[in-house]
């Protein structure tokens, strides 16, 4: 495997907003409504980030769409990330507010 830093260069916040929909989703076509794009968008972008990672996150069939092991522990990472870029961009509003006072 590649070193981490190189992996995490190449992930996109797309790629991680896509697969944390399709986790939550479990369907390409209810997740590609939801993010207002078609299907294949977000089976490229999946597709992306799993050959990036060089590992499946989704075991996929005709009739399901299911988080491999390796899928689930990605997800709560990928949950995370936004959950700090949400509490960084806080802080940012907040100073913006500060420094115009």
């Not at 939550?24 to 078609?38: D, G, H, I, Y």
């Amino acid at each position: 495997m590649k070193p981490s830093k190189d992996i995490a260069d190449k992930i996109t916040l797309r790629c991680l907003r896509y697969f944390v929909a399709l986790a939550e989703e479990m369907s390409f076509n209810r997740t590609a409504k939801r993010l207002q794009v078609s299907p294949a968008t977000v089976t490229l972008n999946i597709q992306k980030l799993e050959s990036v990672l060089e590992t499946r996150l989704f075991e996929r069939s005709t009739a399901q769409v299911r988080l491999t092991l390796v899928g689930g522990v990605f997800l709560g990472g990928a949950r995370a990330v936004f959950e700090r870029l949400e509490q960084a961009l806080n802080v940012i509003k907040k100073t913006t507010k500060a420094e115009r006072v």
